[in-house]
C-alpha cells in the first residue's frame, strides 16, 4: 500500500539528475519534497507521473511497477498531478475541464451517447455532479461555466488541484501547487489541500514555500544535487544542520535567479519555452 | 479593432432575433430549394458536399486541433469507391446505399491508416505529413491506369437510386444530401459534446496535461481520423454520384486548403461556422461568376479582412448548435 | 555512366540551390512567428516578375548595357520584394500576433491567392519568357553536361546563403532576430525590438526568395503566376524536413529534398524494373519525409523536445 | 447578399417567361482564367468575331445570335454547374462547350439529359464512343492529331526509334499512346515510354536518362510551358533527336520561352491551317487583330469556323427548338475556313483535316498536311 523509489536514477546525458534515491510513501500522509532548485524535485515527479523516462531503479505503486507504463496508463492506475506551470485545457469551462477526467471510465459508452441522448444526459450528469461537489470544496462552483483560461491565476491554481482530485486518486503529485499565489491564498490553499487528506490517498508536494510544507506535511525529504539528503518530520529538518548547510551554504545563485524568473512569467502567465 | 469587437458583441436580446432569423432563413432556403431552377440546385448541392467535408474536416481540425492538410484524400477514396464499384470500369453494378457503406468502411481504414504514422507529429510537421499523404493518394490515383483510369478518370457512372427511387436529378441529390448533412452534424455534434468529444478538446487544448489525466491519446486521436474520414468518404461517394465522372483533377490539394479555409473562416470547431464558411467561399464565386478573375482576387482580399477582423472566425465557437437551439426554444 | 552521375549531381546541386534560398525565407519567419508564411512562394514569384520589369524599363526605356541593367534589375528587384514583404506582414500578419497561430497561416493563404489572380490580372495568365542572366555555354565534365548558367546559379546562390549565415551568426541584426526567436517575451523584457526584428526577417526572408525566384526565372527561360506554388510547396517541404526554424537544416533539407528528386527520377525505374516509373517520384518524396519525421519528429537538424521541457498549448 | 437574391429573381424570371423568337442564345464554356485562360478566350473570340458580323448583316433568316459567355476554369465541377446554367436557360439551344475532354466527360450527360446540342472541342477519342445523340465535335481528335506526324516521322525523317515522354495529364498522355501506336504501326520502334509530372517544370534528370537511348525522335505529349520548358533544356543538355509536340506548342510561346536556338526543327501537329493558307484565313487573321488588339489564338480560327457552323445550322433548319438544331446540326454540310466539313453519325468530322508544321528561325513552316 506504499509508492516505493528503489534506486531511482536519472541522467541526462553526462549530467546525473537523481542519483540513486531509494525512499517510501505511506498512504495517509501529506509527503514534502524539498531543496534548492536543480536538486531533481520537479524530476521526481515527473518520472513519477510518467513524462520522463527513468534511466535505471524502479517506481513501485502497491507493488505495480510504474515506470515501464504509458503516460495514460500510469495516469489510469490512480496517479494524477499538477504542473509548476499551470496546464489546464484553456478553452473548456471549468466544468469541463474536470469532466473530461471521466474519460478512461466513460469512454466506451461514447457511440452510445452519440445515438442515444437519454443515455447521453443521464451519464452526463451523473459526471457533472461529481465534478460540481469538487469545484465546490475548492469555491469554484460560481466559475463552474467560465473558460478555464480567463479565470484569475489563483483560481487556476485551485482549478488544477481539484482535477487532480476529481477522480480520488491513490497517488496525487503537486508541482509547487503555491506558486505565484499571494500569502491568503496560500494561507487557503493550505486548508483545503489538509481538508482533502484521505487514509487512502499518498500526496507528495513539491514546494518552495515552507510555510505551506511545514503546515500540511507529515513527512518531508529534502533533495540535494539529485540525491536524498534527509528524510524526516518537519522538526527533525528545521532541526537539521545537514539541511541547513544545503539551503544556505551551496545554493546556485544563478538557479535562484531563474527559478525567480520563471515563477514571475509563471505568474504572469508567459508560455515559456525552456531547451531540454 | 473596434470593427472586431463591436461585431463580436452579440447581445443576449439581439441573439434571440439573430437565431430566430437564422432558423427562418434556412427554413425558407431549403423549403425554397425544389422550386429553383436546376442551376441554382446545383450550386446547393455543391455547397452541401462542402458542408459536409468541413462538417468531417472539423472533427480533426476544429474539436482534436490537428492540422490536416491532406483531408482531401478521404474523398478521393469515397468517390473511387463509387466509380470502381458501379461503372463498367470493372463492370461491377453494385447499389448505391451498399457502396455508401463500403466507402464509409474504406474511409474509415484510410483515416487509421493515416493516423498511425502522423500520431506522434505536432502542428506543422503533422500538417506537411497529410499534405504529403493527400499528393500521395492523388499521385497514385493518377498512375494506377489499369484500376483508375489514370489521368482519363472515370465515366458513365451508374445513376445512383435508393431502394428503387433513382437520385439522378440535382433535386434528387438536394434532399440526399440534405439528409446525410444534417445526419452527420448532428452526429458530429452529439460527438463533441460526448466524452470523447471533450476527450477531443482536452488534447486540443494540451496534449500532454491529457495523458496525464488517463487519455489514451492514440486512440482518441485515431478515432477522430477515423470518423472524419468516413464523413469525408461519404462526401466522396455522394459526389461522384452526382458528377458520374470522376478523375483525379477534383482531388488536388487546393481542395484540401478550400475546406480547411472554409471552417477557419466560418468559425473553427462549429458547425454553424462551417455553414457560414462554405457559404462564403462556395457562393461567393458563383453569384460573382462574370467577374471572371477579379473575383478570385476579390475573395482572396475578403479572406483577409475577414481574419483580421475575427480571427476565430464570423462565428464564435461558444455560439454553437446547442446555443442556437436555447436560443430558440430555451426560456 | 559517370558522366551520368556527374551531371544528375550537378542537376540536384542547381535545383536543391534553388529550393534553399526560398527554404530560408520560411524557415525565419517561423523561428520567429511559428507561423507558416504560405505566400512566401509568391515572393519568389514577384521577384521574377519584377526583375523582369525594371529589365524591361532598363534596357528599352533607358538603353541601359545588358551586364549592368541585368544587375541593377536583380539588387533593385529584391530590395523592392523585401520592402513588399514587410508591408504584407504588417498589414496582413500583425495585427494577427497574439490571435491563435492558424490565423495568420490563413492570412498568408489570402495573401498568396491575391497576389497570383493579381498578378494574373495585371501580366495576364500565361507565363512569359525570361531573359537569360547568364550567357548559356556547355562544358563536357567527364561526359555529363553543365552549363554556364547552371553554375551560376550555383555561385549566386551560395554566395547568398552565405551572406545570410553572416547576418544571423556574426551581426547585430543577427543575434537580435535569434534572441527574438529563442523568445519572443523574454528579448521584449531586454529591450529589443520586436517589431523591428519581425520586420527584419519580413525582409530578408522574402528577398532571398525573390532572388530565388529571378534566378529561376532565367534558368528555366519562363516565369508565370502560378509558378510560386509547387516550388513554395516543396521548399517548405525541404524546410520541415531540415527542421523548421533552424537555418541549416532549411539548407540541407532543400538538398536532400533535391538530390531525392533527382535521384527518384534516375533510379526509380532501374530499381523497380520499370513497375514503378518517374511518375511516382514525388510519392517517393512524401514516402522518405515521412519516414524521416518519423525518426526524428522535429526534422533533421530540428530542436529535440522532450515533452515537459515545452509548454505545448493548444495550436490553434 | 442582394445581388444574389437580384440574379436569382432574374434567373427565375427567364425560367417562366416566354423564350423570344427571332433571337438565339450560343452558351460558351471554356476556361477564361487561370493557365489556360489564353486558348479559351482566344477560340471563343474568334466566334464572337464572326457571330458579331452575322448580327451586324441582320442575322441569319431575321434570326440573331446571342452568347452566353461562362468559365468552367478547366475544372469539372465548375464545368457542370455552368452547363445546368445553360441547360436551365430555354433561350440556349447550342453550346460551344468545354476545351477540355475531362471537363466533357462531367458536362456532355447533363447536355444529353436537358436535350441541348454541343459543339464540344475536347479532342479525346473516347468522347464520340458514349453513344452521345447531342454532340458534335468540329475538330480532329487526337487519333487524326497524332496520325501525320508519326507518317512524318517514319517517312520524311526516316526515324527508327521513338521515345515517348507524355505529362500523365488527359491529353498529353492520350495523345502519346496514339502516336506510340501509329508509329510502332508504321514499322518504328518505341523504345520507351517516361512519365512526368504535370507541374514539372525541370527536365534535366529526365534528359539524362533519356540522352544515352539515342532516340530519333521524341514525342512530347504535353502542353505549354512544359513543351517550351523541355525544348530548351533538351537542347541545353546536348540532345539531338527531333522533338515533336501536339497543338499546345503551335504559339509564338513556345519559340520565345524555350529561346529560338532551342527548338529549331521542331515538328508541331496541330487540326488548324496556316494563317496565310487561304485568304479567307488571312483576312480573318486581320479582322481578329483590328478587333481584340492581339494576334489570333491557336484555336481562334475553329471558333470562327463553328460560327460559320452555325450559320448554315440557322440556315437548313426547321426551328428554333434544341430538337430542331440538333437535327441541322448532325446533318450539316459546309464550306470552311478550314475546308468543308460534314459529320457522320457518331459527331465526329467525316474528314478532319491536320497539319505539321516545322519551325524554322521565329515561324512555324508547313510542311504537311492531311
Redesign the interface.
Same mark, same amino acid.
Given at each position: 500500500m506504499t509508492l516505493v523509489f528503489n534506486k531511482l536514477r536519472k541522467e541526462y546525458g553526462q549530467v546525473v539528475a537523481i542519483d540513486d534515491v531509494t525512499a517510501s510513501f505511506a498512504p495517509g500522509l501529506i509527503h514534502g519534497v524539498i531543496g534548492p532548485n536543480g536538486a531533481g524535485k520537479s524530476t521526481l515527479i515527473n518520472m513519477t507521473a510518467g513524462s520522463y523516462t527513468v534511466s535505471a531503479g524502479s517506481i513501485m505503486l502497491d507493488g505495480k511497477r510504474l515506470d515501464k507504463l504509458k503516460k495514460y496508463q500510469i495516469a489510469n492506475s490512480g496517479v494524477a498531478r499538477t504542473y509548476q506551470n499551470i496546464r489546464l485545457f484553456d478553452q473548456m469551462t471549468a466544468l469541463e475541464n474536470l469532466e473530461v477526467c471521466f474519460y478512461p471510465s466513460d469512454v466506451g459508452g461514447t457511440w452510445k451517447e452519440v445515438v442515444w441522448p437519454p443515455y447521453a444526459s443521464a451519464r452526463r450528469d451523473r459526471r457533472r455532479e461529481k465534478c460540481m461537489e469538487i469545484l465546490r470544496l475548492f469555491d469554484l462552483q460560481g466559475h463552474a461555466d467560465a473558460e478555464a483560461g480567463s479565470l484569475p491565476y489563483g483560481r487556476q491554481r485551485m482549478l488544477e488541484i481539484a482535477r487532480a482530485l476529481v477522480c480520488n486518486p491513490r497517488l496525487l503529485l503537486l508541482d509547487e501547487p503555491a506558486a505565484g499565489l499571494n500569502h491568503h491564498e496560500t494561507a487557503d490553499l493550505t486548508a483545503k489541500l489538509a481538508a482533502q487528506r484521505s487514509p487512502d490517498r499518498i500526496t507528495i508536494i513539491v514546494e518552495h514555500d515552507m510555510d505551506l510544507v511545514m503546515a500540511l506535511c507529515d513527512n518531508i525529504i529534502v533533495m540535494h544535487h539529485g540525491k536524498l539528503l534527509f528524510q524526516g518530520t518537519p522538526a527533525e529538518v528545521q532541526a537539521s544542520t545537514d539541511v541547513q548547510l544545503a539551503y544556505l551554504g551551496t545554493a546556485n545563485d544563478i538557479d535562484d535567479i531563474r527559478a525567480a524568473a520563471q515563477d514571475r512569467r509563471a505568474q504572469l502567465g508567459i508560455r515559456t519555452r525552456r531547451r531540454s | 479593432m473596434s470593427v472586431a469587437e463591436s461585431l463580436a458583441a452579440v447581445r443576449p436580446r439581439s441573439s434571440r432575433a439573430v437565431a430566430f432569423l437564422v432558423f427562418a432563413v434556412a427554413i425558407a432556403l431549403i423549403a425554397a430549394t425544389p422550386f429553383l431552377p436546376n442551376y441554382y440546385i446545383r450550386v446547393i448541392d455543391s455547397l452541401l458536399i462542402y458542408i459536409l467535408l468541413g462538417i468531417g474536416l472539423n472533427i480533426v481540425i476544429g474539436y482534436t486541433g490537428l492540422l490536416d492538410l491532406g483531408f482531401v484524400a478521404f474523398y478521393a477514396v469515397g468517390a473511387y469507391s463509387y466509380a470502381l464499384l458501379a461503372s463498367p470500369q470493372l463492370d461491377l453494378h453494385l447499389p448505391f446505399l451498399l457502396i455508401l457503406v463500403v466507402a464509409a468502411c474504406l474511409g474509415a481504414i484510410t483515416g487509421i491508416l493515416l493516423g498511425i504514422p502522423v500520431l506522434r507529429l505536432r502542428g506543422d510537421y503533422l500538417a506537411i505529413v497529410t499534405l504529403g499523404f493527400g499528393e500521395i493518394v492523388r499521385i497514385i490515383i493518377n498512375n494506377v491506369d489499369w484500376l483508375t483510369g489514370g489521368p482519363k478518370g472515370i465515366a458513365r457512372l451508374d445513376k445512383a437510386s435508393i431502394l428503387g427511387i433513382q437520385i439522378a436529378r440535382p433535386v434528387d441529390f438536394f434532399w440526399l444530401l440534405l439528409v446525410v448533412v444534417l445526419l452527420a452534424g448532428l452526429v458530429a455534434w452529439r460527438l463533441e459534446r460526448s466524452i470523447l468529444g471533450k476527450a477531443w478538446a482536452a488534447i486540443r487544448e494540451d496534449q500532454d496535461a491529457a495523458r496525464g489525466i488517463g487519455i489514451n491519446t492514440t486512440n482518441a486521436k485515431l478515432a477522430a481520423f477515423a470518423t472524419s474520414a468516413t464523413i469525408g468518404s461519404i462526401a466522396g461517394a455522394i459526389f461522384a454520384a452526382s458528377q458520374r465522372f470522376v478523375s483525379p483533377e477534383s482531388f488536388t490539394l487546393q481542395e484540401s486548403v478550400l475546406i480547411v479555409l472554409m471552417i477557419v473562416i466560418g468559425g473553427i470547431g462549429n458547425i454553424l461556422g462551417i455553414v457560414a464558411g462554405a457559404a462564403i467561399l462556395i457562393l461567393l464565386p458563383e453569384v460573382l461568376r462574370e467577374f471572371a478573375e477579379w473575383r478570385i482576387l476579390f475573395l482572396g482580399l475578403l479572406m483577409i479582412f475577414l481574419i483580421i477582423v475575427r480571427p476565430a472566425g464570423i462565428v464564435p465557437r461558444s455560439f454553437g448548435p446547442d446555443k442556437l437551439i436555447r436560443r430558440l426554444f430555451g426560456k | 555512366m559517370l558522366g551520368?552521375l556527374i551531371?544528375?549531381t550537378v542537376? +540536384?546541386l %542547381?535545383?536543391g540551390s534553388i529550393y534553399a534560398l526560398i527554404a530560408l525565407g520560411y524557415t525565419m519567419v517561423?523561428g520567429v512567428l511559428r507561423m507558416?508564411n504560405f505566400a512566401h512562394g509568391e515572393m519568389f514569384m514577384l521577384g521574377a516578375y519584377v526583375a523582369f520589369l525594371i529589365l524591361s524599363m532598363l534596357v528599352g526605356d533607358v538603353g541601359m548595357a545588358g551586364a549592368i541593367a541585368l544587375t541593377v534589375a536583380f539588387v533593385v528587384a529584391v530590395f523592392l520584394v523585401g520592402l513588399i514583404g514587410v508591408g504584407i506582414e504588417r498589414? +496582413?500578419y500583425k =495585427?494577427?500576433r497574439n /490571435? %491563435? !497561430?492558424?490565423?495568420p497561416m490563413?492570412?498568408s493563404?489570402?495573401?498568396?491567392?491575391?497576389?497570383?489572380?493579381?498578378m494574373?490580372?495585371l501580366a495576364? =495568365?500565361?507565363? @512569359?519568357?525570361f531573359p /537569360?542572366f547568364f550567357p @548559356?555555354v !556547355?562544358y563536357e565534365v567527364l561526359g555529363? %553536361?553543365i552549363?554556364s548558367?547552371q553554375i551560376g546559379i550555383l555561385v549566386a546562390a551560395f554566395v547568398l546563403m552565405f551572406g545570410l549565415h553572416f547576418l544571423v551568426n556574426r551581426s547585430r541584426i543577427g543575434i537580435i532576430v535569434r534572441a527574438v526567436s529563442? /523568445?519572443r =517575451?523574454t528579448a521584449q523584457l531586454l529591450g529589443i525590438n520586436v517589431n523591428g526584428a519581425i520586420s527584419m526577417v519580413f525582409f530578408v526572408g522574402p528577398l532571398l526568395g525573390a532572388a530565388g525566384g529571378i534566378l529561376y526565372a532565367s534558368y528555366?527561360?519562363?516565369m508565370?503566376p502560378?509558378?510560386g506554388a &509547387?516550388i513554395g510547396?516543396k521548399a *517548405?517541404?525541404a524546410a520541415?524536413l531540415g527542421g523548421?526554424g533552424s537555418i541549416p537544416g532549411a539548407m540541407l533539407g532543400a538538398f536532400i529534398l533535391a538530390f531525392v528528386?533527382?535521384g527518384g527520377?534516375?533510379l526509380l525505374?532501374v530499381i523497380t524494373h520499370g513497375v514503378l516509373?518517374?511518375?511516382? !517520384?514525388?510519392?517517393l518524396? *512524401?514516402?522518405i519525409?515521412?519516414l524521416v519525421?518519423?525518426v526524428r =519528429? +522535429?526534422?533533421i537538424l530540428g530542436? +529535440?523536445?522532450?515533452?515537459?521541457?515545452? &509548454?505545448?498549448?493548444?495550436? *490553434? | 447578399m442582394r445581388k444574389f437574391i437580384a440574379t436569382l429573381l432574374l434567373g427565375a424570371s427567364l425560367f417562366a417567361g416566354p423564350a423570344m423568337a427571332e433571337q438565339i442564345t450560343i452558351g460558351l464554356s471554356a476556361p477564361l482564367s487561370g493557365p489556360q485562360a489564353y486558348f479559351g478566350t482566344t477560340w471563343h473570340n474568334g466566334f464572337k468575331l464572326y457571330v458579331d458580323k452575322l448580327n451586324a448583316d441582320g442575322g441569319v433568316n431575321g434570326v440573331t445570335v446571342a452568347y452566353d459567355q461562362q468559365d468552367d476554369k478547366a475544372d469539372p465541377r465548375e464545368g457542370t454547374l455552368v452547363a445546368q446554367k445553360f441547360c436551365d436557360n430555354d433561350k440556349v439551344v447550342l453550346g460551344l462547350v468545354n476545351f477540355n475532354s475531362g471537363v466533357a466527360q462531367s458536362t456532355l450527360p447533363i447536355y444529353e439529359d436537358c436535350s441541348l446540342p454541343t459543339m464540344t472541342f475536347g479532342s479525346n477519342p473516347s468522347l464520340t464512343k458514349q453513344g452521345y445523340k447531342l454532340m458534335v465535335r468540329p475538330v480532329a481528335n487526337d487519333l487524326a492529331g497524332a496520325l501525320l506526324p508519326a507518317e512524318y516521322a517514319l517517312g520524311k525523317l526516316g526515324a527508327k526509334t521513338a521515345l515517348v515522354v507524355n505529362d500523365k495529364q488527359v491529353f498529353g498522355q492520350g495523345i502519346s499512346e496514339i502516336f506510340a501506336k501509329n508509329f510502332q504501326d508504321g514499322g518504328g520502334k518505341v523504345i520507351d515510354t517516361i512519365s512526368v509530372a504535370p507541374s514539372d517544370v525541370d527536365f534535366a534528370a529526365v534528359l539524362a536518362q533519356i540522352k544515352p537511348k539515342k532516340p530519333d525522335v521524341i514525342y512530347l505529349g504535353a502542353v505549354m510551358p512544359q513543351l517550351a520548358l523541355f525544348a530548351k533544356q533538351m537542347h541545353e543538355q546536348g540532345i539531338t533527336a527531333t522533338l515533336i509536340v501536339p497543338d499546345g506548342g503551335y504559339t509564338p510561346d513556345l519559340i520565345k520561352q524555350a529561346g529560338e536556338p532551342n527548338v529549331q526543327g521542331t515538328l508541331v501537329a496541330i487540326q488548324v491551317p496556316p494563317m496565310d493558307a487561304s485568304p479567307e484565313i488571312a483576312e480573318f487573321a486581320k479582322l481578329y487583330k483590328a478587333k481584340y488588339g492581339e494576334d489570333a489564338g491557336p484555336y481562334s480560327i475553329y471558333g470562327y469556323v463553328q460560327g460559320q457552323i452555325l450559320e448554315q445550322v440557322l440556315k437548313t433548319t426547321k426551328g428554333l427548338t434544341r430538337e430542331d438544331i440538333n437535327t441541322a446540326l448532325h446533318a450539316v454540310k459546309v464550306k470552311t475556313a478550314v475546308g468543308e466539313l460534314e459529320f457522320d453519325e457518331t459527331g465526329e468530322l467525316k474528314v478532319a483535316p491536320s497539319y505539321l508544321y516545322k519551325v524554322e528561325g521565329s515561324k512555324f513552316q508547313l510542311v504537311g498536311s492531311k
Open positions: - | - | 551520368n551531371q544528375q542537376n +540536384a %542547381t535545383i517561423y507558416i498589414v +496582413a =495585427p494577427l /490571435s %491563435t !497561430r492558424l490565423a490563413l492570412s493563404l489570402g495573401v498568396s491567392l491575391s497576389l497570383v489572380t493579381g494574373q490580372i495576364g =495568365p500565361q507565363p @512569359v519568357a /537569360s @548559356v !556547355r555529363g %553536361t552549363t548558367m529563442e /523568445s =517575451p528555366y527561360g519562363i508565370s502560378t509558378m &509547387v510547396l *517548405f517541404t520541415i523548421i528528386e533527382v527520377t534516375a525505374p516509373g518517374t511518375e511516382y !517520384r514525388d510519392v518524396t *512524401f514516402a519525409l515521412i519525421l518519423l =519528429p +522535429a526534422g530542436e +529535440a523536445v522532450s515533452e515537459e521541457s515545452i &509548454v505545448y498549448k493548444r495550436e *490553434f | -
